[in-house]
């Protein structure tokens, strides 16, 4: 009778975070269900899926020029600028699905990524509760929603989406040793990459960091054991280096030949923000 409890008790907390987080998606998500699209600082996002599209057709893989940006004249726009965002919304674009409604299939998915795997780290790190309330946190973060309804910031949402899978892909495997765990990491480290190579500078090393203080605390500080945990690690953020190398090494080998440094200066000095 004790089992038959627990296992009905398990099955209507189940269910309740499934209703939970698919109110949530839904609520998050509701402008989308509307027709058209609202106001963005950033309004470029189509005209970037059709070129990237276009490029896809003419048998550009990876893309890097984009034929009608720079005034007609062409520009490498995706040598340097997050060309995971574009590419997927490229793949719905090509599908045939007008501009406006790959943008919020875009969004959609941003949301319902973030939100599962905020939720899986939550659990991990400290149960089902805390990954429901880390889950609606990080859905509701007002940096996220700024991002995503003004900014209109697909890529640096986009790298941010793929941030609690970092953590709980590798505290996963930490735990366990699994491979798909190990594999989630890789390729959430090189959609982050892909998305917004500023965050991607930020948030390696403080993944890192945090991987490195979780082992620690699971090997109760034995030093040499939890290096030997740490290498296959270090390995995954490398092997994500080397899978987005197409396209980090050309933008940062290749930016000299740009006129980068004017973003630096006047209008978008950070003294004048």
């Known amino acids: 009778m004790t ?31 509307h027709a058209g699209f609202f106001y963005l600082h950033d ?16 048998g550009q893989l990876p893309v890097r020029w984009s034929a009608n940006f720079g005034y007609g004249f062409g520009m490498p726009l995706f040598n340097f600028y997050a060309p995971l965002p574009y590419f997927l919304g490229a793949l719905f674009w090509l ?9 919020k299939i875009l969004y959609f998915i941003l949301s319902a990524l973030t939100l599962l795997g905020a939720y899986l780290l939550g659990k991990k790190l400290a149960g089902r509760s805390a990954g429901l309330l880390l889950a609606t946190i990080f859905l509701l973060s007002p940096y996220r929603a700024v991002n995503l309804f003004v900014r209109g910031a697909l890529s640096e ?104 440094n004017s973003i630096f200066g006047g209008y978008f000095h950070y003294s004048n923000h």
């Open 157 to 260: 949402t986009f790298a941010m989406t793929f941030f609690p899978w970092v953590i709980w892909a590798g505290a996963a495997w930490l735990q366990e040793r699994q491979k798909k765990h190990f594999l989630i990491l890789v390729l959430s480290l090189a959609g982050i990459m892909l998305s917004h190579n500023l965050s991607a500078l930020i948030f390696y090393p403080f993944s890192a960091l945090f991987l490195l203080v979780y082992a620690l605390c699971l090997k109760q500080f034995r030093l040499l054991d939890t290096l030997k945990v740490l290498l296959p690690l270090v390995g995954a953020y490398l092997l994500s280096l080397a899978l987005t190398a197409f396209y980090s090494l050309p933008a940062l080998l290749e930016n000299q030949a740009t006129i980068i």
């Open 43 to 58: 309004f470029t996002h189509s005209t970037r899926i059709a070129e990237m599209g276009r490029a896809l057709a003419d």
């Open 95 to 103: 599908a045939g699905a007008d501009l406006i409604l790959t943008l």
């Open 3 to 33: 089992r038959i409890f627990n296992w009905l008790t398990n099955i209507s907390k189940s269910y309740f975070v499934v209703v939970f987080l698919l109110f949530l998606l839904l609520a998050v998500n509701r402008s989308l269900f």
